[in-house]
Every structure is written in C-alpha cells, then in structure tokens.
C-alpha cells in the first residue's frame, strides 16, 4: 500500500495535526527531513504534503534538496498524485510549474482572515473555508497565480493565498496545519527579537492563538481528511 509523504525542512517541525488525521484514515505515512536520506520513488507514494521552512525556494545552490523536492513535486503534478504544498511548499509547487517567486514587500506573521473566492466553493479543499476565517501566517515571499491554476483564497495583506492546479494539486500560502503546540514551539525557537523583527511579539502571537486555535485547528483536521480521501484513491 502506498503511504502518505510528508516533507518538512525545520528542525522543529512537527507537521501539526497532520499526522494524528492519517492515522484516523487508516493510512501509513513517511517523515521526509530535508536533507537525510532520500526521498521516496514517487510510486511508493499516494500524496505528498510539502511543508514550510526558513529558506528561499531558490536557494538550491545552498540546499540541493530543495531542486530534488522541486522534481518531485513536477512529478506527482503530471502524473496526477494528489499534491499539497504549506507556505514554501506552496512556493515549491509554483516554481515546479516554471513561474517565479519574489519578496512580498511585507512580512505576513500571525492569524490574519482569508478571503475564498467563488472557484472555493466547490474545491474539494478550500471549500470548508468561510471568509473572514482567521489563518496563521509567517512568510515574506510570494506569487503571481501560476498559468492554468485557480485562484482560491486571497489575503488582506498578499494576496495569493490558495490556488488549485489541475485537479489534484494545490499551495496554499497559509500555515493551517500547525496547532497550539507547535506554534508555541516555533515562538520558542524564534526568540522574542526575531519575532519582533516580524513585527509581533510573542505574547501577540499567544494572544491570538487564544483567540483563533480552535477553529484552526478543527478546520485543519477536516481538510487533511478530505485529502486523505483522494489519497486513498492512489493507495
């Protein structure tokens, strides 16, 4: 049976809710560190997950792991693996798709609303989302809308947030799949003046963690189900 392949490239890394929902869908999965060992032939693989990380996208020259994952993904895009990239994962599939990520010109950290748009209503993903629903941020990059993509989700600050290309993959700029624990561990890593640095300090992280965690992460746990189900259609 094929099994789930979930790529992170941060130390501190947890994937969030993530895995706790494939083990609910009766799926096994792979823990991909960026940078040890190999990744898995894509014929073992049933979807593939590519989460954040500090780098740019295009610093391959520096992390040569990078341009592998990047191959990869191209991979599962054509040959129809269900596919969904967190933030630089989202950065990933749009550079596996021959367009460009630059600097945002801002720094997007904390919970921030997301705006779906009308193609959202009927995507598979996206569709559990309602305007206004709080999401966690914390990036500087982004993206013009790949050719062919939908656009699904647009911000107040940047404005591509979630796109679909073709019919099985998806970037989604936003970290919905941290919890309460995670986020904390990142804040603890980050330290109080790297955090201000983006403009927030940690207890206006907390804060607002407070205020939004619950929903966030009961939306999170209900859209990597409904990606568990196309994966257990390849599996």
């Not at 209503?121 to 309602?130: H, W």
Request: aromatic fraction near 10%; glycine fraction near 10%; charged fraction near 25%.
């Amino acid at each position: 049976m094929r099994r789930v392949l979930l790529v992170g490239h941060d130390p501190n890394e947890t994937f969030g809710v993530a895995p706790g929902t494939i083990e609910v869908a009766g799926l096994d999965r792979i823990e991909y560190r960026a940078g040890r060992g190999d990744l898995p032939p894509l014929d073992e693989v049933a979807c593939i997950v590519v989460f954040g990380g500090a780098m740019n996208v295009d610093e391959t020259d520096r992390y040569p792991f990078l341009g592998r994952e990047r191959a990869l993904v191209r991979s599962a895009v054509e040959t129809g693996i269900p596919c969904l990239g967190i933030c630089l994962g989202s950065q990933m599939l749009v550079r596996a798709l021959d367009h460009p990520v630059y600097p945002a010109g801002l720094r997007e950290f904390g919970f921030h609303p997301l705006r779906p748009t009308a193609a959202a209503t009927d995507d598979p993903l996206l569709s559990l989302f309602e305007g206004g629903d709080r999401v966690f941020h914390w990036h500087e990059d982004t993206f013009e809308l790949p050719e062919g993509a939908t656009l699904l989700a647009a911000g107040d600050h940047v404005e591509m947030q979630a796109f679909r290309y073709g019919a099985s993959a998806w970037g989604l700029q936003f970290h919905f799949e941290v919890d309460r624990a995670e986020i904390e561990l990142w804040l603890q890593a980050a330290g109080e003046q790297e955090c201000l640095a983006w403009g927030k300090s940690r207890r206006e992280i907390l804060d607002e963690t407070d205020r939004f965690i619950q929903g966030h992460e009961r939306r999170a746990r209900e859209l990597f189900g409904r990606l568990w189900e196309l994966a257990l259609a390849v599996a």
